[in-house]
C-alpha cells in the first residue's frame, strides 16, 4: 500500500505541473484570434498529421543523428583533451588562453565560415554541435581531472597503477562526478545547437522544418514543432539520468554516507 | 633493508620555507619490526613519504635494500595516514585490495586468492563487496592494511594509521599489525605518536625530536616476541622502557624551548 502511495506521489511530481502548465495554455489561448498565437486546441489536432508521417524518418531522425554523432564526438573530444591539459601543469599554461579564446566564441557565430569551409552537407551542422558541447565537456574534465585527490595520486605511485589502468580506475572515475556535469550541460547546448545549425542553407532537420512552417505562415505547426523539441529534451533527459544514476551510484551513496556522519 | 642517512628535508614553497626534517639516521634490519615515534608535525610523514620515493631529500641519501630511493621501490607498501582517503570510493572492497595486483600483473586466480587471504588476515572477510564508505573507520583502516598484505611487500610503512580510531579498536588494530608481521615476516616501519603504542609495538623504537628533527635516541625493546595488551602493558619492563622514552621526548621538547628556532 505505501509503495503504491509513494509511486503515485512520483507520478504526480513527474506530471503533475506539464499538467497545469498545459491546461493553462489550453484555456487561456481557447479564444486566440491572433494569427502566431493559435489555440492548444488546434496545435494538438495538426500534431499527428505533421509529425507521424514522413517528417519523422525525413527530419526528426537526421536531426537526432546529428545531434547524436556530434555530442558523442565532443564528448571523445573533451574528455581526451581535457585528461591531457588537466593531467599536466605545463600543458595548461600554454593551453589556457587559447581555450579562454574559443570559449568565448558562441558557436551559431561560426555557421557562416563553416559553411564556406567545409559545404552546406552534414558536416558543418555536426561541427557546429561539436563547437558548443566541446566546452562545458572538456572544461569540467580539466576541473575534475585536477581535482583528483593527492593520497589517492600517492598510493597510485606506491602500488604502481600506472599508465591505461591508472587512466580507467582512478583519473576518470575520480573525475566522472565532473565530466557529468559538463556532459550534462552539453546535452542542452547541442539540442539548441542542433536547430539553429539547420536554420540556414538546409534541406531536412527539425530546424529547417521550423523555417519551413514559418515562412509558409503554418503557426500550428510550427507550435507542434516546439513541442516535439520540448519532448525530444524530455526523453534525452530521461535517458541521461539512467546512464548517470549507473555510472555515478557511488557517489551519491559516499555523500549521502558523508551527511549521515556529520 | 632501510637505510636513512644525514637525511634532510626543506619545503620550499610559496616564500616559505619548512625544515620538516634536520638529520635522521637510522637503519632497520631485513623482518624488523621498528616504530618511530615522534610528536605531532615533528615530520614522521615527511620520513615516509622520503622512504616511498614519494618525494626527494634536500640532502642525504635513502636507500631501501640497498639501492638508493629515486622513485617507488618495488616491493615496499604505505599504509597512509588519510586511510580513508587512499581508498577509492567507486571501487569496492575486493577491488580496492585487487587493484595493485592487477597492477603487478598477478594472474586472475591467484590475485582473488590474494585478496580473499588478506581480506581474512584482517577479519573482513564479510566485506568485500562493500564500498568503502559504507565501512567504518576502523574497517577502512584495516582495507588499507588488506590492500598493502595481499601486495606481498617485503617493506611496509605504516603512518600513524590508528590515530583515529577508538580505544578499543585501536588495542585490536595493534594486535592485528603484530600478528600480520610475525605471519608474513616483512621489514616493519611503524610510525606514531604515542609512546606507549611504540613500545608495544617494536622491537627498536626510533625517538624523533620535535622540529628542528633529529633522532634523539635509537632504543632496543627486550620485550617477549608474544605481546598481550594486558600482560605486556602492565609488565615491569614495558614500564620502565616506555617510562624512559617519555622522558627523552620531554628532555628534547624543553631544549628546543631554549634554542630559538632558525
Ligand atoms: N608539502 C608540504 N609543503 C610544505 N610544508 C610541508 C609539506 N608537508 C609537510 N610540511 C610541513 O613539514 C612539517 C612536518 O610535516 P609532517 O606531515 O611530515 O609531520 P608529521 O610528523 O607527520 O605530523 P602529524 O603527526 O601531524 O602527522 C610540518 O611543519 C608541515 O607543515
Ligand atoms: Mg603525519
Known amino acids: 500500500m505505501k509503495a503504491v502511495i509513494t509511486g ?98 558562441p558557436p551559431p557565430a561560426l555557421v557562416p565560415i563553416l559553411f564556406l569551409i567545409a559545404g552546406i552537407g552534414d558536416t558543418t551542422k555536426i561541427l557546429v554541435i561539436i563547437a558548443g558541447c566541446v566546452w562545458p565537456i572538456l572544461l569540467n574534465t580539466v576541473e575534475g581531472v585536477r581535482g583528483v585527490d593527492p593520497v589517492l595520486v600517492d598510493t597510485c605511485l606506491t602500488y604502481r597503477v600506472s599508465g591505461l589502468l591508472r587512466l580507467r580506475t582512478f583519473v576518470l572515475r575520480s573525475a566522472s562526478p565532473q565530466i557529468m556535469t559538463g556532459a550534462r550541460q552539453a546535452l542542452s547546448v547541442g539540442i539548441i545547437l542542433m536547430v539553429i545549425s539547420e536554420l540556414k542553407a538546409s534541406t531536412d532537420g527539425l530546424g529547417y522544418t521550423f523555417e519551413q512552417f514559418q515562412t509558409r505562415f503554418q503557426y500550428p505547426q510550427m507550435w507542434s514543432g516546439v513541442l516535439v523539441l520540448g519532448l525530444i529534451g524530455v526523453v534525452l533527459s530521461l535517458l541521461f539520468r539512467f546512464v548517470e544514476s549507473r555510472v555515478l551510484a557511488w557517489h551519491r551513496g559516499q555523500r549521502a554516507a558523508e551527511r549521515t556522519s556529520l | 633493508m632501510l637505510k636513512v642517512q644525514s637525511l634532510r628535508k626543506v619545503y620550499d614553497g610559496h616564500g616559505r620555507q619548512v625544515e620538516a626534517l634536520r638529520d635522521i639516521t637510522f637503519s632497520v634490519n631485513p623482518g624488523e619490526f621498528v616504530c618511530v615515534v615522534g610528536p605531532s608535525g615533528c615530520g614522521k610523514t615527511t620520513l615516509l613519504r ?24 618495488d616491493g615496499l607498501a604505505i599504509v597512509f595516514q588519510e586511510y580513508g582517503r587512499s581508498l577509492m570510493p567507486w571501487l569496492r572492497v575486493r577491488e580496492n585490495v585487487e587493484l595493485p595486483l592487477k597492477a603487478k600483473r598477478v594472474p586472475r586466480a591467484e590475485r582473488a586468492a590474494l585478496v580473499h587471504e588478506s581480506l581474512a588476515a584482517v577479519g573482513l572477510a564479510d566485506a568485500a563487496t562493500a564500498y568503502p564508505w559504507q565501512l567504518s573507520g576502523g574497517m577502512q583502516q584495516r582495507v588499507a592494511i588488506a590492500r598493502a598484505i595481499a601486495f606481498q611487500p617485503r617493506v611496509l610503512l605504516m603512518d600513524e594509521p590508528f590515530a583515529a580510531v577508538d580505544a578499543q579498536t585501536r588495542a585490536d588494530l595493534e594486535d592485528l599489525v603484530r600478528s600480520v608481521w610475525q605471519r608474513f615476516g616483512m621489514t616493519m616501519l611503524f610510525v606514531t605518536h604515542d609512546i606507549d603504542e611504540s613500545v608495544y609495538l617494536a622491537e627498536r623504537v626510533v625517538i624523533l625530536s620535535s622540529s628542528p628533527t633529529i633522532v634523539l635516541e635509537d632504543l632496543a625493546i627486550d620485550l617477549p616476541a608474544q605481546r598481550d595488551q594486558l600482560e605486556t602493558r602492565s609488565s615491569a619492563r614495558f614500564v620502565e622502557l616506555r617510562h624512559h622514552v617519555y622522558e627523552q621526548v620531554q628532555k628534547a621538547k624543553n631544549r628546543s624551548a631554549v634554542t630559538p628556532v632558525v
Not at chain 1, 545531434?67 to 588537466?86: D, K, S
Open chain 1, 8 to 105: 503515485l506521489r512520483r507520478v504526480v511530481a513527474l506530471v503533475g505541473l506539464p499538467i497545469v502548465l498545459l491546461l493553462v495554455w489550453w484555456f487561456a489561448s481557447a479564444d486566440s484570434h491572433t494569427a502566431a498565437m493559435p489555440p492548444l486546441k488546434r496545435i494538438l489536432k495538426v500534431f499527428p498529421d505533421t509529425w507521424f508521417g514522413e517528417r519523422l524518418t525525413d527530419d526528426v531522425l537526421p536531426s537526432l543523428i546529428r545531434l547524436t554523432e556530434g555530442y558523442c564526438a565532443a564528448l571523445v573530444i573533451g574528455i581526451v583533451a581535457g585528461v591531457a591539459i588537466g593531467s599536466s601543469r605545463t600543458v595548461r599554461a600554454f593551453v589556457e588562453p587559447v581555450l579562454e579564446f574559443l570559449r568565448a566564441i
Open chain 2, 50 to 73: 622520503l622512504l616511498g620515493g614519494l618525494i626527494a631529500p634536500t640532502s642525504g641519501t635513502v636507500m631501501v635494500e640497498g639501492r638508493p630511493v629515486s622513485g617507488p621501490p
